[in-house]
């Protein structure tokens, strides 16, 4: 028996894939902070925080008007956006516990 109008009276929308520019500014992200040697620390960081996203997000609109003198509010938006959505958190947290990829050391010889 279908009760029509209760069928999504419940449901919470799936969010969306994060778009082509969301990744490339994730990537950024992540790769800054791999450089440093704490990509491994920053997912676990951010993984264990998942539950608090949504507020930290809702904190950046808090403290937005201070976040202006030093960033564009379409950037402030752009990481609250992100926070907000968990695919994009799934995305960022993938990237950094990424392997960088191994660049070959100029002086090494190989073996043929």
């Known amino acids: 028996m279908r009760m029509g109008i209760w069928d999504n009276a419940f449901k ?4 969306p894939d994060p778009t082509d520019e969301e ?6 992200l992540a790769e800054k902070v791999r450089r440093r040697g704490l990509g491994e ?3 676990f960081t951010v993984e264990s925080t998942r539950p608090l996203h949504n507020l930290g997000a809702q904190g950046l609109v808090f403290i937005e008007p201070a976040l202006k003198l030093l960033f564009k509010k379409e950037e402030i938006e ?4 992100l926070l907000e959505n968990s695919k994009a ?20 010889k190989k073996r043929p």
């Open 12 to 15: 919470i929308p799936e969010p």
């Open 78 to 81: 752009k990481y609250r956006a």
């Open 89 to 108: 958190v799934t995305y960022l947290v993938d990237r950094l516990s990424a392997e960088p990829p191994k660049k070959e050391d100029p002086d090494v």
């Open 23 to 28: 990744k490339r500014l994730l990537d950024a």
């Open 41 to 43: 620390i920053a997912s």
